[in-house]
């Protein structure tokens, strides 16, 4: 699973967002792939393919959790950060037992992002 | 009177005798008078001439005698036709008074038939004063008379009502200025106008704030009729008044359930809308904020006073989270307080909240319940958040006008685990392309819509446990209707 630490998925609704979490990763030497919804994610992203993910909760149609869940149940290896504007508590918990690495509340600045992906790769 | 007349025949005996022996010469030249048949007839063959000259004597005084008892007879006679013909007389007189007698009787007797008819009037109207006094004094409503002739509007009767609602006994109130009964701080406006219908002669009705003799205070309705005398002149006025705290106070406390109801609504709307204004707000501070800390990595120990820029535009973008964190946390919907719930009381109970809405918009509302429904776990304020929600919406639906406006809520078990709860309304119903955005935040077709309210009666809905859906009906309108899971019993 070498390739996971060069590269990122970001899955969000918001066009912006996904334009600047691609360029704030582009600064820390990764490259980044993002889709508008999970849908889209999981028909152009085989879990063979290596990447971390960063998937936010409030999606239309299959929402973060469902997408995680489906992720986890397909035997994916893939780390997952999950973004959303909600207040984080009590989410950790949830977080964890879905089987994700961590959970940022947005927005949030590029030193607890960075921290989590240090975790991660 | 023949019994007189005998007596006096009797009398006449001895004088007869007394002449038979002394005979008068004057008679005896009266011959030719017939002999009497009383005593023997004189032979005349044998008698002497002495005897002769004396029956002739004789004869005479017969013959006078015989005349005076004819006199007598004749004046007798006379006397008892005078006699009779007075009789006569008298009996027509007679005949006559006892017509009259028979015409004055008749008329006492009519007098008398129709005094009976009087009394029996006047019985009937006795006992028909004695019922209506009877009932006016029974009255649950306040009732009393002032006599108007006098400046001081006095009260000259008082029911057993007005006594209970004033506080006043009747003693008390006999002969006091009605408006001294109102107290010190009776609203002078009300007073003013009353007396101004006074004055004009014409009806008052209006309710407003009475104080009892004790100074409590009592919500009243008062309705002042005039009463005219025979003359036609106004005269009094009869006042009816009706407490009607109870049902201000019922009514208040409906309005003040139905405020806190719409309050939390309100509230939790808006808490509602902030939260999707700070989703919808953190998204575009999330990429200014990751674009910022690119710039300010790219640029790493280069153009200080571009990274300081930089700087301030990160500061401001969290000033403005946590400006939205704040707000989001002061709106936070309370926690749920879940408790069994029965959703019939709960359906009643939000219904009678409505009740007047309803009759304003000229709508029936109608509920069927499933008398059997078991209990639901949930939180009373939020489910009937949803259930006013509805309501409300079918309301709006139904202002396109027609003509049985009609909302029919019905309770039913759905299946083993579930009871459904639908509203149907005879409303516009739902346009084909508004259903995919029904329960979609800020979406609404109403003019003065947010477009929170199905999307917040979802949110509760599925936090039951439930779910919550709308469609159109076959005929005219649609049915919302929501699910929510049965009670469980404790495992034994």
Redesign the interface.
């Known amino acids: 699973m070498v390739s996971n630490k060069n590269h990122f998925y970001i899955v969000d609704d918001d066009e912006s967002v996904c334009r600047a979490l691609g360029t704030l990763l582009g600064t820390y030497g990764f490259s980044t792939k993002s889709f508008s919804c999970a849908e889209e994610f999981f028909s152009a992203v085989p879990n063979s393919a290596p990447g971390c993910l960063i998937l936010d909760i409030h999606l239309p149609g299959i929402n973060g959790w469902e997408a995680q869940q489906r992720l986890s149940d397909s035997g994916s290896k893939r780390p997952v950060i999950l973004i959303s504007s909600d207040e984080d508590g009590g989410r950790m918990k949830q977080v964890f037992q879905a089987g994700a690495v961590g959970y940022l509340q947005k927005p949030f600045k590029d030193q607890e992002l960075a921290d989590l992906i240090r975790l991660v790769v | 009177m023949g019994n007189n007349y005998k007596v006096k025949t009797a009398k006449q005996k001895p004088k007869l005798e007394l002449k038979l022996r002394k005979p008068n010469i004057k008679k005896r030249r009266l011959s030719g008078g017939k002999p009497l048949k009383t005593g023997k007839p004189p032979d005349k063959r044998i008698l002497s001439k002495a005897e002769q000259l004396l029956l002739r004597g004789f004869v005479s005084d017969l013959s006078n005698v015989r005349d005076d008892l004819g006199e007598k007879v004749r004046r007798q006679t006379d006397e008892l036709k005078l006699k009779s013909g007075q009789l006569r007389h008298g009996a027509d007189r007679q005949q006559r008074s006892d017509k009259r007698i028979q015409k004055q009787t008749d008329e006492l007797k009519l007098k008398s038939g129709q005094l009976r008819h009087g009394a029996v009037r006047q019985l009937k109207s006795d006992e028909h004063i004695q019922i209506l006094t009877q009932a006016i004094k029974s009255m649950t409503n306040g009732m009393f008379l002032i006599d108007v002739r006098k400046p001081n509007f006095l009260v000259v009767f008082s029911n057993a009502a007005f006594q209970t609602m004033t506080g006043y006994t009747e003693r008390e109130l006999l002969g006091r200025g009605y408006f001294s009964l109102r107290g010190a701080k009776a609203d002078s406006g009300v007073v003013a106008e009353i007396k101004r219908t006074i004055r004009q002669g014409t009806h008052f009705r209006g309710e407003m704030l009475g104080f009892k003799r004790a100074g409590q205070q009592y919500w009243f309705q008062l309705r002042l009729a005039p009463v005219c005398s025979a003359s036609g002149a106004i005269t009094h006025y009869v006042g009816i008044q009706t407490d009607v705290t109870l049902m201000w106070q019922r009514d208040f406390e409906i309005k003040e359930q139905r405020e806190e109801l719409l309050h939390v609504t309100r509230v939790g709307k808006l808490a509602e809308f902030v939260s999707s204004l700070?989703?919808e707000i953190?998204?575009?501070?999330?990429?200014?904020?990751?674009?910022t800390?690119?710039a300010?990595?790219?640029l790493a120990d280069r153009e200080p006073q571009i990274r300081e820029i930089l700087q301030y535009i990160?500061n401001d973008?969290?000033r403005a989270?946590e400006v939205i964190?704040r707000l989001?946390?002061l709106l936070k919907r309370g926690e749920p307080e879940i408790k069994p719930l029965d959703m019939n009381a709960l359906v009643k109970d939000t219904v009678v909240l409505m009740t007047t809405d309803a009759t304003i918009r000229n709508t029936v509302l109608k509920i069927k319940f499933d008398a059997r429904l078991p209990l639901i776990n949930g939180d009373r304020i939020q489910l009937q958040q949803v259930l006013l929600n509805l309501i409300s919406n079918s309301f709006d639906a139904m202002e396109c006008g027609p003509e049985d406006r009609q909302i029919l809520i019905n309770t039913a078990r759905r299946d083993r685990d579930t009871i459904a709860v639908t509203v149907k309304d005879t409303g516009c119903g739902i346009p084909t392309p508004n259903m995919p955005k029904l329960f979609s935040r800020f979406f609404t077709s109403k003019s003065d819509g947010l477009g929170m309210g199905l999307s917040i009666s979802r949110s509760i809905v599925e936090g039951h446990g439930g779910r919550l859906d709308g469609t159109n009906n076959p005929g005219r309108g649609a049915t919302f209707f929501f699910t929510l899971p049965i009670k469980q019993k404790p495992a034994p």
Not at chain 2, 283 to 290: D, F
């Open positions: 700070a989703h953190s998204q575009p501070l999330t990429a200014i904020l990751s674009y800390n690119a300010q990595r790219l990160n973008d969290i989270t964190r989001r946390s």
